[in-house]
């Protein structure tokens, strides 16, 4: 089996082709977040949102969609990299997939559907404290819990809003 290595003449070609993939990447992500904040939405059990739902869209998602881009960018590139080569262009996917991903998702939150975030937030509250009231927890600790839950997320949404 030959092995080649990527030459200084097909730099541009290279560059390229990582930052479609990155941009592939990011669009994916994004994609899984919108899923990811839309069945969140409409999940009646705990465990699903919190679970079950984070696990896929958080963790088996990314990886296998990681994956599966890194293994087309290889073979879009020659089939072989050095160590260097394979690091540099990893870092640059996931940089680009990143940043792709994050301007997705600042646009989606702030301009396309502002209220997504409180809409979320308060579903979470919901669903816990109902979670917490089949649990027999008494109403004065719900009505505390829900204060702090609110807390939080007032916190959060001033960090967001800035």
């Given at each position: 089996?030959?092995?080649?290595?990527?030459?200084?003449?097909?730099?541009?070609?290279?560059y390229e082709e990582i930052?479609?993939?990155?941009?592939?990447?990011?669009?994916?992500?994004?994609?899984?977040?919108?899923?990811?904040?839309?069945?969140?939405?409409?999940?009646?059990?705990f465990w699903t949102m919190?679970?079950?739902?984070?696990?896929?869209?958080?963790?088996?998602?990314?990886?296998?969609?990681?994956?599966?881009?890194?293994?087309?960018?290889?073979?879009?590139?020659?089939?072989?990299?050095?160590?260097?080569?394979?690091?540099k262009s990893i870092f640059?996917?996931?940089?680009?997939?990143?940043?792709?991903?994050?301007?997705?998702?600042?646009?989606?939150?702030?301009?396309?559907?502002?209220?997504?975030?409180?809409?979320?937030?308060?579903?979470?509250?919901?669903?816990?404290?109902?979670?917490?009231?089949?649990?027999?927890?008494?109403?004065?600790?719900?009505?505390?819990?829900?204060?702090?839950?609110?807390?939080?997320?007032?916190?959060?949404?001033?960090?967001?809003?800035?």
């Open positions: 089996m030959e092995k080649q290595i990527i030459s200084n003449d097909a730099q541009p070609k290279v930052f479609k993939s990155g941009l592939i990447l990011g669009l994916a992500m994004f994609v899984l977040g919108i899923a990811l904040l839309f069945l969140m939405q409409t999940a009646n059990s919190v679970i079950i739902y984070p696990l896929v869209f958080l963790v088996v998602g990314p990886i296998v969609l990681s994956v599966f881009v890194l293994k087309n960018l290889r073979k879009n590139i020659g089939g072989y990299w050095t160590f260097k080569q394979a690091l640059i996917v996931f940089l680009v997939g990143w940043l792709a991903s994050f301007s997705l998702n600042l646009l989606y939150t702030k301009v396309i559907d502002p209220s997504a975030t409180e809409k979320m937030q308060e579903h979470i509250k919901d669903t816990t404290l109902i979670f917490m009231k089949n649990q027999g927890t008494e109403q004065e600790k719900l009505d505390e819990e829900g204060k702090k839950m609110d807390e939080q997320f007032a916190k959060q949404n001033a960090i967001m809003s800035k």
